[in-house]
């Protein structure tokens, strides 16, 4: 990629100075334009002219700094008017890139009048001047030639603009390289935040370009395996479990009745617990197909299901919202969130927007709500808002955290808070 890089610039800089020969070659010699002084007096007296003059009136001009050209070009324009030369300033602009020289008067010899007005008036001006002349009523007019782009001027401009139009789609081709892989990089980067179980990059274009990608797609597989060993061995764990409980469970039969129910009630809350860790696992590392779904049908789905088991839930109506993803998790997902609600506080509200490229779901409800210091706990596994020991009104404490993971291996995520009016309301973002 470097000698690619390195040899379109090559490219470039050759067509520019390619170019820059082209303009060497083509452009004339410029050549200042000619005024006389009886055209600078006709401009001052207002008659009509083909030349570029623009003339103002001003009650005071600076005196220009003197040059011998000046002097000689207000004698003869003084003696055209027939005025003393102090009623005449003649100026002329100085090149940006050259530093005004400074003449010594004493040095110079003065002008001798042109013989005749006529002789004064076909004294040449060479370039651009600026004249002002002093009216009887003490106010000055000035007459300046305003051809700022001759000819040649506008040849060197075109051709500027041809030169960068040249060298235009190579610098295209040079940002499109070296921003395609780039761009690649960032959607596969929001891809594996959405989806760990996307397909890997594929593999091409310059070395270093296919050698960065196949470090990703490697960074990719061993943080899907890193995940699944940790869920593997979690699961295994839960799993076993079972086997000294049920063992535990026969050798109490020979136990006193209040001892074995006890024991009893205990075991049967580990089997709960372990159910519930099992089904964690499987919903967290489980990544099902994905595909385009209408939120709004799937959340129909969940509130219809448990209306028609009796539960107070109401869906707010509005239009279909489609997203990429997959309808099992994000309906376990919905399932849980409003089963908290009915839990903690016996109804829920859900509503569904699309705004700002998110679909936004949100469940309310009117319970007591959650202890502010709790917030931001409420997602972690096995953690209960509700103190008491009770599984049957406290639940095992996975459903939030449940809820959070298929939230954000969808790329969006799920947040709570305390309602001003009473209860929670749990908010799910999604990208559409």
């Known amino acids: ?53 623009s003339v103002s009136k ?45 003449y ?35 106010q000055w007019e000035t007459v300046t030639t305003s051809s700022i782009f001759e000819p040649w001027r506008w040849f060197v401009l075109w051709w500027l603009i041809l030169s960068a139009a040249a060298v235009a789609p ?13 761009g690649t990089f960032a959607e596969a980067a929001e891809r594996l935040g959405r989806d760990p179980r996307a397909a890997p990059i594929a593999i091409g274009g310059p070395p270093e370009i296919a050698e960065a990608a196949a470090a990703f797609n490697r960074m990719q597989a061993r943080l899907n395996r890193y995940v699944d060993d940790r869920a593997t061995v979690v699961g295994a764990v839960a799993h076993d479990l079972r086997t000294p409980l049920m063992r535990l469970g026969l050798r109490l039969e020979a136990a006193p009745d209040a001892l074995r129910q006890a024991c ?21 590392s489980k990544q099902g197909a994905r595909k385009p779904l209408d939120l709004r049908s799937l959340a129909e789905t969940v509130t219809d299901d448990l209306g028609d088991r009796g ?28 089963l908290n609600a009915l839990k903690y506080a016996g109804s829920a509200d859900v509503s569904l927007v699309e705004a700002e490229g998110q679909a936004m779901i949100e469940v309310r409800d009117d319970g007591p709500g959650i202890a502010p210091e709790d917030i931001d706990r409420v997602f972690e596994p096995f953690f209960r808002g509700e103190r008491s020991r009770n599984r049957d009104t406290g639940g095992i404490g996975l459903g939030l955290a449940s809820a959070r993971a298929v939230a954000r291996a969808h790329g969006g995520d799920v947040t709570i808070r305390n309602r001003d009016g009473g209860g929670i309301s749990a908010l799910v973002t999604l990208p559409v």
């Not at 009650?59 to 055209?80: F, Q, S």
């Not at 190579?170 to 780039?182: G, Y």
């Open 1 to 53: 990629m470097f000698l690619r890089v390195f040899a379109l610039m090559v490219v470039c800089v050759a067509v520019t100075q390619l170019m820059n020969f082209g303009l060497l070659i083509a452009v004339q010699t410029p050549t200042a334009k000619l005024y006389t002084v009886g055209q600078a007096i006709d401009a001052l007296q207002g008659k009509p002219s083909d030349d570029d003059f």
């Open 58 to 102: 001003a009650a005071h001009v600076d005196e220009p700094h003197w040059t011998p050209r000046g002097e000689r070009t207000e004698v003869a324009m003084a003696k055209a008017l027939g005025v003393p030369v102090e009623r005449v300033l003649i100026s002329f602009p100085t090149p940006m890139l050259t530093r005004e020289k400074i």
């Open 104 to 138: 010594d008067r004493a040095s110079v010899p003065r002008p001798v009048a042109p013989p005749s007005i006529q002789a004064a008036r076909d004294v040449i001006i060479t370039g651009d001047f600026t004249a002002s002349f002093r009216t009887a009523d003490g």
């Open 170 to 182: 190579f610098a295209w081709a040079l940002a499109h390289r070296l921003a395609k892989p780039i």
């Open 264 to 284: 009893e009630g205990d075991i049967r809350d580990m089997e709960a617990m372990i159910s519930a860790t099992l089904s964690y696992l499987r919903d967290t």
């Open 311 to 338: 539960e107070p839930v109401t869906l707010a109506p509005g239009e279909p919202v489609v997203i990429e993803g997959n309808s099992p998790a994000l309906k376990a997902m919905l399932n849980n969130l409003i």
